[in-house]
């Protein structure tokens, strides 16, 4: 009898032992959640100012000038879906397999 009230008492002790360490080691993730959070802002700060910055720096280019139709526009500004395809041009390895099967 006595030596299982020892044995509940060396459980109640480990489980005390379990507890302090637990909130110990809860206080300290704690810790770094506020930091890692307080970092993470700060991140996302700076990269709002940057995204603004390159905006700014993006409205200062020059305007690209306005095309006034199809036919003034030189050959190679045809989309490369709309070009001609050179049946001597070699083939790309990754387009290889569309050609044998005709999609080219």
């Known amino acids: 009898m006595i030596s299982e009230f020892q044995d509940l008492s060396d459980k109640i002790d480990r489980l005390a032992q379990l507890t302090q360490s637990l909130r110990a080691e809860n206080y300290l993730l704690r810790q770094a959640n506020t930091l890692l959070s307080t970092e993470n802002l700060a991140f996302k700060e700076r990269l709002i100012e940057a995204q603004r910055r ?9 305007k ?7 036919a003034d526009a030189p050959a190679a500004d045809v989309p490369a879906a709309e070009a ?11 387009l290889a397999h569309a050609r044998r099967q005709g999609a080219l």
Do not use: F, S
């Open 64 to 70: 690209p000038p306005v095309e006034t139709g199809a």
């Open 84 to 94: 001609p395809l050179d049946p001597n041009a070699p083939i790309p390895p990754h």
């Open 54 to 62: 390159v905006e700014a720096l993006l409205d200062e280019l020059p």
